[in-house]
């Protein structure tokens, strides 16, 4: 199979999450100004709608091949971020039976390690670049 066939593939595998992410917070900003007041953060209505515009942008970005490096390197951080500050600690639910908060910590334990994985991959992007078909390569 040819590189830029790889190339692409791999690009739409990796924006695809980021971009129906973003978009779906649009849809539902308050889910995720909750997720990020939980965790301590300040200004989590404004932090959600900065998070819905960066997801989409930057996922965008990674599917056409635009600027992929940097767009890369930025998702990788955003992807070991909210695996450290979302993914890192047990879940204790209150009124949730101890299974159930078991349950749900082990699947937040599989976030936070899927997260590093796609940071993984977005570092290795950022290494191979975006391929011949893409706007950087018609940019050069």
């Known amino acids: 199979m040819s590189t830029n066939i790889i190339s692409l593939v791999a690009r739409i595998l990796l924006s695809a999450m980021f971009i129906m992410s973003g978009l779906m917070k649009f849809g539902d900003g308050g889910a995720t100004a909750g997720m990020i007041a939980q965790a301590g953060l ?4 404004v932090l959600a709608i900065l998070a819905a515009l960066f997801e989409t942008l930057a996922g965008l970005a990674i599917l056409v091949g635009f600027q992929t490096r940097i767009a ?13 500050v979302f993914h890192s600690g047990p879940i204790a639910m209150p009124d949730f039976p101890e299974g159930a908060n078991a349950m749900l910590s082990m699947f937040n334990q599989i976030m936070m390690l899927k997260n590093l994985t796609i940071a993984g991959g ?3 992007l950022s290494v191979a670049g975006a ?5 950087d390569a018609r940019r050069k």
């Open 42 to 45: 300040p200004a989590a209505s």
């Open 72 to 84: 890369s390197y930025l998702l990788a951080a955003f992807c070991v971020f909210t695996a450290l």
């Open 122 to 124: 977005f570092l290795a």
């Open 131 to 135: 391929g011949a078909w893409s706007v």
